[in-house]
Structures are given as C-alpha cells and as structure tokens.
C-alpha cells in the first residue's frame, strides 16, 4: 500500500546522470521551496514508461507552472536513466533507486514485476513544501498512467 496523503514524506538521495556527471537528487531540497511531484515508474525502456516520461518532459513547463519539480524514480541504474533519456528526449529529473529502498519506503516496491524481479510499481505523489504528502495514487497495474488532472488539480490547490 502506498503512503497516504497526510503522511511525512520519506526523505531520500539518490543518484542521477546528468550530462557527464552524477549528481545527488535529495527531496528535501525543495522544503521550503517548491512542490515536488514524484513519480515511480517500472522499468525504462518499455513503452509506458516511455510514453509517461516523454508526455511529462513535454509538458514540464505547466508544473513549474504551478510552483512544483517533478522527479521520476525507478529501480534502473542512472547510467541506463541516462542512456534512455537521451534516446527518448526525456527532461524531467530521474533518480535511480538501484538499491530499491526509495520504493519500498514509500510502499510502492513490487515484489515481482512479470518475473523480473521486483521493481517499483507506477506511482504518483504530491509532496509541499513542508514535507507532507498532498496527493498518493499507485494505479491498478503497471499499464495503467496516473491521473494526472489530479495531480495538477492539487498542485493548483497549494499553489
């Protein structure tokens, strides 16, 4: 069962290959700040993931918008993040969860996602800047994307 909204909101540093280099993503870098909408995701390079990551980075302007970074996290490693984003297009902040600890924090960590292994199951979640979960959603399966009117709708709301 994923966090529910009301809950703290794991604190976490994971790492992400931007350009050259790898750079430490902390959520609780944007307290005090701005919103943050994490977004969990299976596996890179499969065709949902694909399409929410590329829809996202194309419409990343309306969540600066609305006052808010958008980080996606999944279990791939920030090289094979990297390598994906490149190809894809993909602009939004990823985060490796390599070790799996972010996801299973957040009770969003499957135990065995089509006999690969377990792996982070798609999620959504608002965070303000306090720190406090506005917003939690796992869909239903892996196919499914969030919604992600709901997620704006409350960006709106804390705005």
């Not at 996202?56 to 996290?73: E, F, M, P, R």
């Not at 993909?90 to 299973?104: G, H, P, Q, R």
């Not at 506005?134 to 009117?149: A, G, H, R, V, W």
């Amino acid at each position: 069962m994923p966090l529910s909204a009301g809950s703290k909101a794991p604190d976490f540093t994971l790492k992400s290959k931007q350009g050259d280099a790898i750079h430490d993503i902390t959520l609780s870098a944007n307290f005090g700040k701005k919103n943050t909408v994490l977004l969990f995701f299976p596996l890179a390079f499969t065709g949902v993931c694909t399409q929410e990551m590329c829809d996202i980075s194309q419409g990343l302007s309306a969540y600066a918008d609305l006052g808010a970074d958008v980080i996606a996290i999944s279990v791939d490693s920030p090289f094979s993040q990297a390598a994906w984003a490149q190809k894809e297009n993909i602009t939004i902040t990823l985060a490796s969860d390599l070790n799996k600890t972010t996801a299973s924090a957040y009770g969003v960590l499957l135990d065995d996602l089509a006999g690969f292994g377990s792996a982070a199951a798609r999620a959504a979640f608002v965070i303000d800047q306090d720190g406090i979960i506005q917003y939690s959603e796992q869909t239903p399966t892996p196919k499914d994307l969030p919604n992600f009117e709901a997620i704006k709708a409350k960006l709106a709301e804390l705005k």
